[in-house]
């Protein structure tokens, strides 16, 4: 899967050539559907062979060669794509690109100047990390999940955080009490065993932080308290980008944290764009560095002046071409790219009739 630079690199390289881009919608929920996808791709290209025609007569050969490119990628296929999408790349000369993305993709194929970027952009959440962690007083278990596939990357265990405490706290002589000095072989082994754990906490922050990085989400679960202490020791960065779910546990099976994960991910996510929509649209309504509507964003991104484009689902399927402009126009000056789904989108439709953006800076006029 193309992650967000390398889809602008693509986008950059190639906005002078002609390309081919081909997005195929893989979902299907019943066997009798094998080949379905190749039914509506068919049909996709027979229509844009006859709007070419129509444009110009007799001369379609720039597109079949980039077309036999897309077909040859697809040979592999025989009766289902084996993700939610597909998506190609090609010119004339060469396959630019061909992947399967784990989120849908409308069934879509276009011949013009540059790929086709506004259907990616909801496949750019896929490249960022989910950072599960599962945690009590004596155990972390850390997973990755990142394009639709979960790891579990550390299993840390607070008595391994303990080192030589005991060694260098507990008495040699042989005696019938406990053997601690000052106080109760339990009170010493409560006090081991808090030690171990807030050890076992910091190690765990330190990786968490690592694993995350600038942009990745955290869902932390397990023991309420000590969930709740984990996330105390996580890095300030993390705090906007981190949720509690005190459903999962410790024990929990891997398709168990799988699914907890993605649908902690797909909450937690929505809420930042909410928070990230509410900012604009103070920011727009206050004068400040906010833009709502297609008139003002699109006088944002001609002037470069655009941080963070905010689209909805709605608005890139009813103006496939002018969100693609837009989405490119962002491209261009090195803006990121939002697109808001569920309840984000549809205040973003009233607000800004689908179309919104964080500004670098207003001018005032």
Do not use: C
């Amino acid at each position: 899967m193309l992650k967000y630079d390398e889809l602008v690199e693509l986008y950059r390289e190639l906005r002078a050539e002609q390309v081919l881009s081909v997005f195929i919608d893989g979902r299907t929920s019943d066997f009798s559907e094998h080949n379905l996808w190749r039914k509506r791709l068919d049909h996709e290209v027979s229509e844009l062979r006859e709007r070419l025609r129509a444009d110009e007569p007799g001369d379609t050969r720039t597109f079949d060669s980039a077309l036999a490119k897309i077909e040859e990628a697809l040979e592999e296929y025989d009766r289902f794509l084996p993700d939610r999408g597909w998506v190609g790349f090609a010119t004339a000369e060469r396959l630019v690109y061909a992947d399967t993305v784990s989120v849908p993709m409308p069934d879509l194929v276009r011949w013009e100047s540059g790929i086709r970027v506004a259907p990616y952009v909801r496949a750019l959440k896929q490249d960022r990390v989910v950072v599960g962690v599962l945690v009590d007083s004596r155990r972390a278990r850390v997973f990755e999940y990142k394009d639709g596939t979960l790891r579990e990357s550390k299993d840390l265990l607070a008595e391994t955080f303990l080192g030589d405490l005991t060694d260098a706290t507990v008495s040699k002589r042989a005696s019938s009490n406990s053997g601690v000095r000052g106080r109760t072989g339990t009170d010493a082994a409560h006090r081991f065993l808090e030690v171990g754990a807030e050890r076992m906490l910091k190690r765990l922050a330190e990786v968490v932080g690592e694993i995350a990085g600038p942009d990745g989400l955290v869902v932390i679960g397990g023991v309420a308290e000590q969930a709740a202490n984990a996330i105390q020791h996580l890095p300030a960065g993390l705090a906007g980008r981190t949720t509690q779910r005190s459903s999962m546990s410790v024990e929990m099976a891997d398709a168990d944290v799988q699914d907890a994960l993605e649908s902690a991910a797909s909450d937690l996510n929505r809420s930042i764009q909410g928070e990230l929509l509410q900012e604009v649209i103070d920011q727009a309504r206050s004068g400040g560095r906010g833009a709502l509507g297609p008139e003002s964003v699109e006088q944002a991104v001609r002037e470069g002046r655009v941080d963070t484009l905010l689209l909805s689902r709605d608005f890139i399927g009813g103006n496939p071409d002018y969100a693609d402009h837009l989405v490119g126009a962002a491209f261009e000056h090195g803006g990121e790219v939002e697109e808001l789904s569920s309840e984000g989108a549809d205040r973003l439709d009233v607000e800004g009739r689908g179309v919104a953006a964080r500004l670098r800076y207003q001018i005032q006029r």
